[in-house]
Every structure is written in C-alpha cells, then in structure tokens.
Nanobody, 127 residues
Framework: VQVEESGGGLVQAGDSLRLSCAASGRIFSSLAMGWFRQAPGKEREFVAGITRSGGRTDDADSVKGRFTISRDNAKNTMYLQMNSLKPEDTAVYYC?????????????????????WGQGTQVTVSS
C-alpha cells in the first residue's frame, strides 16, 4: 500500500488548508485511515482518524471544532480540512493507513496501530 499526502503549505494564523491523502495498492475501502503530525523536537501525535466506512471519526482535543477528517472511497482519497489554524499547528502532517477487518469499528489513535505511512507534508502557520 502506498499513501501520499498533498496540500501542505505556509499560511497565516486563522487561515484554512485542506490536506489530501491518496492511497493505492489495496482496495481503499478496506483501509482505516488517520492523520498524525510531528513538530520539531516532539513525538508524532494523533490528529484525526476515520473508519473504513467513514461513519466514525475521532480527533485530538487540540483540533476539535477546527479540523475535520473525511474520505471519499470512490476517489481513494482521504481529507483533512483545517480551519482556524494556529501557529502551534505547525508540523509535518502524515497520512497513515491500516488494514481493518471491520467496516465500522473504532478509530485507532496510536502510531503503532498503523501499517502504512506517507512521507509527510509540511504545514507552517505564521502568527
């Protein structure tokens, strides 16, 4: 499975960005997906996750109400809509995927729970 992120960039505080993650090599709807981020000097952390069906999502407290995860199984693509961006959102954002037996199930929030990772896309928010 290959996953590739796109959509990062440099924005100002309060702006919006939408990240995309395209997956190939396996039926997309068989994969549960997630977004993680890593700031300089910090550990990689969970941002948001979504089940195979897209019917269940979860996100970190730090982004609740600002970020929205979604997926389009027909387009083999997952998205992260980021609104009201803050300087503390600055990080490399990674797309992650895992084979999931359940079409719904629960969202996995740990890095060890995901098998496939993209190279990351930089998001920089200036104050």
């Amino acid at each position: 499975v290959q996953v590739e992120e796109s959509g990062g960039g440099l924005v100002q505080a309060g702006d919006s960005l939408r990240l995309s993650c395209a997956a190939s090599g396996r039926i997309f709807s068989s994969l549960a997906m997630g977004w993680f981020r890593q700031a300089p000097g910090k550990e990689r952390e969970f941002v948001a996750g979504i089940t195979r069906s897209g019917g269940r999502t979860d996100d970190a407290d730090s982004v609740k109400g600002r970020f929205t995860i979604s997926r389009d199984n027909a387009k083999n693509t997952m998205y992260l809509q980021m609104n009201s961006l803050k300087p503390e959102d600055t990080a490399v954002y990674y797309c992650a995927a895992r084979k999931a037996s359940s079409y719904s199930g629960t969202v996995v929030t740990t890095t060890s729970g995901y098998e496939y990772w993209g190279q990351g896309t930089q998001v920089t928010v200036s104050s």
